[in-house]
């Protein structure tokens, strides 16, 4: 499949499978995070992974993410609040999982529904990094 099939493939996911996603293939999907372009390199991401089902149900109260209790795993990107383009970066990277994710056969979803400051709260993320573009692959 070219990455341009993988791309008009793509689309959001809200039902998943309960099925584990296994390790070796969570690992590709963050390297094709990793390896995405950011400004001037500074790579100003950090990428939180949660599989524990209380925290899967914890972010799952809003309108929009009642699935999320059914996600193998969900990925919070977090961006270093000083760096000037590191929302874009971490969009970015974000992207390039969503991509992986569809290329090795799993659906993800963008979560726009959630409220930064709890999510920090719930995950213990510092104060100079923002939180948010919360993913989830089944």
Request: net charge positive.
């Amino acid at each position: 499949m070219s990455l341009l099939d993988v791309i008009l493939r793509r689309a959001s996911v809200r039902r998943y499978i309960k099925k584990p996603v296994p390790r070796e293939v969570l690992m590709k999907i963050l390297e094709a995070g990793r390896r995405a372009p950011s400004a001037m390199n500074l790579q100003p991401w950090h990428f939180i992974v949660i599989t524990d089902q209380r925290t899967k149900e914890a972010l799952s109260h809003r309108r929009w993410t009642g699935f999320l209790r059914e996600a193998a795993f969900i990925i919070v990107g977090c961006g270093e609040k000083d760096k000037k383009w590191s929302t874009v970066d971490v969009a970015i990277a974000l992207q390039n999982m969503v991509l992986a994710a569809e290329a090795l056969g799993l659906g993800s979803c963008w979560i726009g529904d959630f409220d930064e400051s709890e999510v920090k709260k719930l995950l213990g993320i510092p104060k100079g990094r923002r939180a948010g573009l919360i993913w989830v692959p089944d």
